[in-house]
């Protein structure tokens, strides 16, 4: 249970999409302009991310990496088709945003034409590509992980896009400066925020890493000086006496 919090909240906070690694920028910058528009892109990323992450765990698992074809038999062990992980990934990306496609523009035109060509670009949203590689370099080991995973990183892009769309709404009434108004002050508070998610990163770490060694006192460290040089003075008084005789 610990393990799925510290992914959680590890995957909200401190690995998130947008301001810890810079994936699904040109969505991010796109469609923030209203919070009703982002609200509806973050939440299609997070049901993409949170279908396709475990379901490309399992072809992963079951499929792709060496020796994942030994449940077809041992002749089978030493076959390793992870040269086919992006046609897959891609494939397994651009069949869920098919489908949350046809379902937005079902039961919300006015959301899917808001929308417009960011909704079918999701297929190609380096964020969704990016969620399925770090699963995969993270090697996760079971599929609810897999499934926390995707569902997380989602809620992180969603949090991204919701809070610079709610201060571009505010800006719209402020006095910006005429150079910077529009993408220039929205490249600012994107980093402004980045570097304020860099706060987290303190969150989840230590625990399982050894105590550090206690250092020694100042009187440890000055006994054994004078030891050593009570030691060295022994010895020249031993070599002088050798020398005389």
């Known amino acids: 249970m610990l393990e ?17 690694v810079f994936l699904g920028m040109c969505s991010y910058l796109a469609v923030s302009k209203k919070v009703a528009t982002a609200v509806g892109l973050g939440a299609a990323v997070i049901f993409v991310l949170a279908v396709t992450v475990p379901l490309n765990w399992l072809l992963d698992q079951y499929l792709l990496r060496d020796g994942a074809l030994v449940w077809l038999g041992p002749e089978y062990a030493d076959y390793n088709l992870s040269f086919l992980s992006f046609i897959l990934f891609i494939a397994t990306i651009a069949t869920m945003v098919q489908l949350v496609e046809i379902v ?52 992180g892009w969603f949090l991204a896009i919701l809070a610079i769309a709610a201060i571009r709404e505010k800006i719209r009434y402020s ?20 570097i304020g998610f860099q706060s987290f990163g303190g969150m989840l770490t230590g625990g399982d890493d050894a105590p550090a060694p206690v250092e020694e006192t100042t009187a440890e460290k000055v006994i054994e000086k004078k030891e050593i040089k009570e030691e060295i003075d022994t010895k020249e008084i031993s070599y002088n006496d050798a020398i005389n005789k």
């Open 175 to 194: 006095n910006v400066p005429a150079p910077l108004r529009g993408l220039g002050i929205t490249f600012i508070i994107t980093g402004l925020m980045g």
């Open 104 to 155: 937005v523009e079902k039961f919300s035109p006015s959301l899917y034409n808001s929308l417009g060509i960011f909704l079918p670009l999701i297929a190609v949203n380096c964020a969704i590509l990016g969620g399925l590689l770090f699963m995969q370099a993270r090697d996760i080991q079971t599929l609810g992980l897999a499934f926390n995973y995707g569902v997380s990183s989602g809620i």
């Open 4 to 20: 799925h919090i510290e992914l959680f909240f590890k995957s909200i906070f401190i690995d998130n999409m947008v301001f810890a």
